[in-house]
């Protein structure tokens, strides 16, 4: 009898490393090592860049001690700053912290990191990857040490302590109490009371499509006619779809619906460890291929309008291509929102994307079949460490002072599961290996090519974006030869997006680069683009009226099959999964 031999590498090896996960926050140690190696191998051999460093601090010191003289002779609020913060680091920026002895701790603390940002940024022989995660750990650590994040160091919250006879901390306690309780027992953050299918995802409709992986919701006319041309909307599968149908006043698919058109929206199944196997392939049959089929049936002989929203985005360019290369005709027209098509610079998240961090992710799916949002609440977390930890503890528990609840904020709780073999290709395929953008991502054993897209495009990207950075987004120019609309807006990945008309201190830049002409820079883009106050949807709907047809009486709702009239109204069933 013969014994098949299996290695014990592949049996042993990957629950070590799942276990190593759990207590890593799904983050690599080895790839930080790594980092850190690299760094003070080429530190230590290069004695220039350590004298650099001596005089800087040496500078500093100086500076500090000038400016501490200074605030002696003139009052602390008299005199400039020697170390301004980062233009978006709001921590310091109350008057309490120019009095002493806090104008001294602040300061101390914003040229310390620009002491070690120094330290780590431009050490000859350091690979750029391991240089911005140097730079990016170090200053997780710094923030770490914030004098904003402590009592006695923090003048702000001192001062209200005493305002207050201590009653905010009284309530701080009582909300990290809450906050420990809601977290041990899976209840949701702190918030307003948004229910699903009643605040939130409230628009009218129906499911008109369900298989293993999404179900279909197709939206009920609110206009007398409408566009013969529908619209499909991909969202991103990493959370719910009704970020596109939030509150009546800013739900981007009310919307469109109220602007005179039919429109469709995937909610993705929330996979749990029997959808490990599901595969990009699988996601783009059972989701775009499926709804595309659906529609041409309720909505025979018209093209469609295919918008797709991050990750969305990103599946539906996919898509896209793929269509193009088979001849198949479907599509009208092209958006994408927030969406990256080109992974050579995809910002902050490339900290967290290397081999040794993909293999762990790999071997942590494995395991459970599916990766959690809470897995990678962390990484995010830690991209916008102010604004998603310390501020908000600061808040929370030391000025004892909850934040009002927003659908915003609701949504962003209401998080999904990433099957295993879809989440390890996404990684693979496109954030480490960029193959589509370089012309081998595979659809059916076949590569696809983005050039071969034939339809007009119109592309929103967001000025703050942490998660698809607009310069990453603009290379769409790079890739797409047809006539493309690109649209820069305030706000970041989400609030940029989510931006109705009559949203305050709103405004976007556009410019239209018509098919095959020369592409320009990202900067001369910028300085060339029309600046224009307001949302950007007036503008998206203006374009979409340009290249539809004129409106007609409204198509049916769903399919008359036995099986169809058994789904349930929008928002379906899919969206409610935990």
Not at 5 to 13: N, S
Not at 393 to 404: F, I, S
Request: net charge negative; proline share 6%; glycine share 6%.
């Amino acid at each position: 009898m013969t014994y098949l031999k299996i290695p014990a590498a592949m049996t042993l090896d990957p629950p070590v490393h799942a276990l190593q996960a759990r207590w890593t926050a799904s983050l690599s140690v080895e790839s930080l090592y790594l980092a850190f190696a690299d760094w003070l191998l080429h530190l230590m051999r290069s004695p220039g860049k350590r004298m650099d460093l001596l005089q800087l601090g040496l500078e500093q010191a100086q500076q500090l001690h000038a400016y501490l003289v200074s605030c002696a002779h003139s009052g602390p609020g008299e005199v400039s700053l020697c170390a301004l913060p980062p233009a978006n680091d709001r921590r310091f920026t109350e008057a309490e912290w120019r009095q002493w002895p806090f104008n001294w701790l602040h300061q101390s603390f914003l040229l310390q990191q620009q002491w070690w940002h120094e330290a780590v940024r431009d050490v000859r022989g350091v690979s750029h990857h391991h240089q911005d995660v140097m730079d990016f750990v170090m200053r997780q650590w710094l923030d770490v040490a914030s004098p904003g994040n402590f009592l006695a160091t923090n003048p702000v919250v001192l001062k209200r302590t005493a305002q207050e006879g201590g009653r905010n901390l009284v309530r701080g306690t009582l909300n990290w109490l809450d906050d420990v309780m809601r977290q041990t027992i899976g209840l949701p953050e702190a918030g307003g009371p948004f229910v699903v299918g009643r605040d939130v995802a409230a628009t009218p409709g129906r499911v008109v499509l369900r298989n293993a992986l999404i179900e279909l919701i197709q939206y009920a006319p609110a206009t007398e006619n409408v566009r013969p041309e529908p619209i499909l909307i991909v969202p991103a599968w990493i959370m719910k779809y009704y970020v596109l149908d939030l509150s009546p006043h800013n739900s981007l698919i009310r919307y469109l619906v109220g602007q005179g058109y039919t429109v469709f929206c995937i909610s993705w199944k929330n996979p749990d460890r029997s959808d490990a196997h599901l595969s990009m392939d699988d996601y783009l049959n059972l989701g775009i291929h499926a709804a595309l089929d659906v529609i041409g049936r309720i909505v025979p002989r018209q093209n469609v309008h295919a918008t797709g929203y991050c990750l969305g985005g990103t599946l539906l360019s996919i898509a896209a291509a793929a269509m193009a290369r088979d001849g198949d005709q479907r599509l009208a027209s092209l958006t994408l929102l927030a969406a990256q098509t080109d992974f050579r610079e995809p910002g902050e998240l490339s900290l967290f994307i290397d081999e040794s961090e993909i293999a762990l992710l790999e071997d942590q799916m494995g395991q459970a079949g599916y990766l959690t949002a809470k897995q990678m609440a962390g990484a995010f977390q830690m991209l916008r460490s102010y604004d998603l930890l310390w501020s908000r503890m600061t808040n929370d528990y030391l000025l004892g002072q909850r934040r009002d609840g927003n659908d915003l904020m609701a949504w962003n709780a209401d998080s999904t599961r990433l099957p295993a073999t879809m989440h390890a290709q996404y990684l693979r395929h496109l954030y480490l290996d960029n193959d589509l953008s370089e012309g081998r991502y595979q659809v059916d054993g076949k590569p696809v090519e983005l050039k071969d897209i034939a339809v007009p495009v119109f592309c929103v990207a967001t000025e703050t974006d942490h998660v698809a950075p607009w310069h990453s987004v603009y290379k769409v120019h790079h890739l797409f030869t047809d006539e493309v609309t690109f649209v820069l807006t305030g706000g970041g990945h989400n609030a940029g997006i989510v931006s109705e008309p009559g949203h305050t201190r709103r405004s976007y830049r556009t410019l239209v680069r018509q098919r095959e002409a020369p592409t320009l820079a990202a900067e001369t883009w910028l300085s060339q683009a029309q600046h224009n106050e307001g949302s950007w949807w007036p503008a998206w709907t203006q374009w979409l009226n340009a290249h539809s047809g004129p409106p007609q009486s409204p198509p049916r709702m769903g399919l008359s099959g036995r099986r169809e009239k058994t789904l349930p109204p929008a928002p379906g069933h899919y969206v409610m999964q935990k």
